[in-house]
């Protein structure tokens, strides 16, 4: 990781692809205001990619095919959290290339989260 803290990056070149709330809900197939309970209990995140833009959830945290957040995100972000990231340093951190091989977001939707778990588990303490 270069000197940028994770909450200097830039989110726009990190991640490629953004939904806004209300696409979010449709492909969860919940209610937009499921979506920020959500958000509100870290079972997703939600940042503003683009200064003036509104908040937007990375596409890549959600599994389109089980209409669910990834497996593992929930725990991780709760986990980041709890080791006094906010939302905007979680989706950073995932969407680096912290040398897993790959980024950790990567990882938790090829379902090797171990690792990822473990790196997150030591930040947080």
């Known amino acids: 990781m270069d000197e940028t803290t994770l909450a200097e990056q830039d989110l726009a070149a990190l991640v490629d692809d953004w939904i806004d709330w209300a696409e979010a809900a449709k492909r969860l197939e919940v209610s937009v205001s499921k979506v ?3 958000i509100r209990t870290h079972e997703l ?9 509104g908040q937007k959830i990375p596409a ?3 599994d389109e095919e089980l209409r669910l957040p990834v497996k ?3 725990g991780l972000l709760t986990m980041l959290h709890d080791g006094r990231f906010d939302d905007r340093e979680c989706i950073a951190w995932l969407f680096l290339d912290l040398g897993l091989p790959g980024r950790p977001i990567d990882a938790l939707r090829e379902n090797r989260g171990s690792e990822v778990k473990r ?4 930040m947080a303490l």
Request: proline share 9%; net charge positive; no cysteine.
């Open 119 to 122: 790196r997150a588990q030591a």
């Open 72 to 74: 593992g995100l929930p």
């Open 60 to 62: 890549a945290f959600i």
């Open 36 to 38: 920020r309970t959500m």
């Open 45 to 53: 995140a939600a940042a503003v990619p683009v200064a003036g833009e």
